[in-house]
Every structure is written in C-alpha cells, then in structure tokens.
C-alpha cells in the first residue's frame, strides 16, 4: 500500500505520466465487456446469429465459441473506422502528453457518439432524456454517455429481434409444411423438428444463408 502512495507521490512527471496511463489501462479493461457489448455492433451481430441458430434448431451447432468469436471479430472491422479516429485522435495524443486526461474523454467519446446516435431511434433517445429531464440537446456532443449508452443499447436490441424475425419466417414455413405432410400421412407421433431439420439445413446451404446473414449484418450498419 505503501509502494502503491509512493508511486503517485513522486515528483518525477514522468512517473506521474507512467502512473495514468496504468490507470487508464485498468479502466479500460475493467470497463472492455461493457463497452464492447452495449457501445459497438456486438450486441446486434451476436443476437442475430443465435436467432439464426435457433431458427435452424441445431441445437449448439455452431457452438457459442464460434458465434461469439465470429461477433468479436466481425464488431471489430465494423468499428474500425470508430477506432481508428480514437486512437488518432485521443490516445495517441494522451500518450504523447500533448493532451489532458479530461480532453482525451472528450475526444473518445466523440466519435463513439457519433457511431451511436447513427443507429439510435429518436423514441429511444427521448425516453432516456425525458426521464432525467434534461433539456433536448443541441448536438450530439451534447448528449451524455449515460443518456446515449442505454438509448442506443434498446435500439439495437430491437433492430436485431427485426432482423431475427425475418430471419425465422422461411424456416417456420418449413416446419409448417413438414408437420401438414406428416399429420396427412397419419404420422402424428413422428417428431416434425426430427424431419424439417435436414430440409432447413439444405435450404441455408443451397442460399449460401451465412454469406447472406453476415452480408445484411454489414449492410445494416
């Protein structure tokens, strides 16, 4: 604990300068799961995917590993461009010491911001400012994160559902059409789901349906 006071009691700017940045770097990976999830595309990307799952009814097949592995990466060339203007602009400033810690917020926060609000529906955003009863804004800079974050989290939520739903019509014909064959056929104790499977299977295979799923994700955005 003590070492721990020393630390920040130094004189030396340089060491000060090397004690923020180790601060910095443990509230940003604290903070990662949740701005990765509610801040970026994630939560959009890994939603659909697992309506696609469950609209196949395989079960765990792809595994969660591959679904979330594939949203990681796919959230990660969506923001890209978000990124790279934080980076640019923010961190590598910060680490220069050519800015301050507060101005480094601001300037991380912007094009967050601005990716946000892109996606964000105005009902969304009202609800969260009429709530705290904040004065409508001017520009989106002035909107808080607090404010943004869950307007936008809500949004995307339901944009995905949009998406899962549309997603789930063509496979719920097929088990339509299945369970009609086999009730005509007097074959009522035979699972539907056990008969559908392989022709829902061979549906999304001759569509190439991952090509068009991971093509209307980025399409979305």
Same mark, same amino acid.
């Given at each position: 604990m003590n070492e721990f006071v020393d630390l920040f009691a130094n004189s030396d700017a340089s060491s000060v /300068?090397?004690?923020?940045?180790?601060?910095?770097?443990?509230?940003?990976?604290?903070?990662?799961?949740?701005?990765?999830?509610?801040? $970026?595309?994630?939560?959009?990307?890994?939603?659909?995917? /697992?309506?696609?799952? $469950?609209?196949?009814? $395989?079960?765990?097949?792809p595994p969660n590993q591959v679904i979330i592995g594939l949203s990681l990466f796919l959230t990660f060339f969506i923001m890209s461009p978000t990124l790279q203007e934080v980076n640019e602009n923010a961190l590598t400033p910060l680490f220069d010491e050519d800015i301050t810690l507060e101005e480094a917020y601001t300037r991380a926060s912007g094009p967050f911001k601005d990716f946000m609000s892109e996606h964000t529906r105005q009902k969304d955003l009202e609800l969260f400012l009429s709530y705290t009863g904040a004065e409508q804004p001017a520009s989106i800079e002035e909107i808080p994160l607090t404010i943004m974050v869950p307007a936008f989290a809500l949004s995307e939520i339901k944009t995905a559902f949009q998406i899962g739903f549309m997603i789930f019509i063509p496979f719920l014909v097929i088990?339509?059409?299945?369970? /009609?064959?086999?009730? /005509?056929m007097g074959m009522m104790m035979l699972p539907p789901v056990m008969i559908s499977l392989p022709f829902k299977i061979l549906l999304f295979v001759l569509v190439d349906g991952w090509y068009l799923v991971m093509k209307s994700l980025l399409q979305s955005f």
């Amino acid at each position: 604990m003590n070492e721990f006071v020393d630390l920040f009691a130094n004189s030396d700017a340089s060491s000060v /300068s090397t004690s923020i940045k180790l601060m910095l770097l443990l509230t940003v990976l604290s903070l990662a799961p949740s701005i990765l999830i509610l801040m $970026t595309s994630f939560a959009r990307i890994v939603i659909v995917l /697992s309506f696609v799952r $469950t609209a196949l009814a $395989t079960q765990q097949m792809p595994p969660n590993q591959v679904i979330i592995g594939l949203s990681l990466f796919l959230t990660f060339f969506i923001m890209s461009p978000t990124l790279q203007e934080v980076n640019e602009n923010a961190l590598t400033p910060l680490f220069d010491e050519d800015i301050t810690l507060e101005e480094a917020y601001t300037r991380a926060s912007g094009p967050f911001k601005d990716f946000m609000s892109e996606h964000t529906r105005q009902k969304d955003l009202e609800l969260f400012l009429s709530y705290t009863g904040a004065e409508q804004p001017a520009s989106i800079e002035e909107i808080p994160l607090t404010i943004m974050v869950p307007a936008f989290a809500l949004s995307e939520i339901k944009t995905a559902f949009q998406i899962g739903f549309m997603i789930f019509i063509p496979f719920l014909v097929i088990d339509m059409v299945v369970a /009609s064959v086999l009730m /005509s056929m007097g074959m009522m104790m035979l699972p539907p789901v056990m008969i559908s499977l392989p022709f829902k299977i061979l549906l999304f295979v001759l569509v190439d349906g991952w090509y068009l799923v991971m093509k209307s994700l980025l399409q979305s955005f």
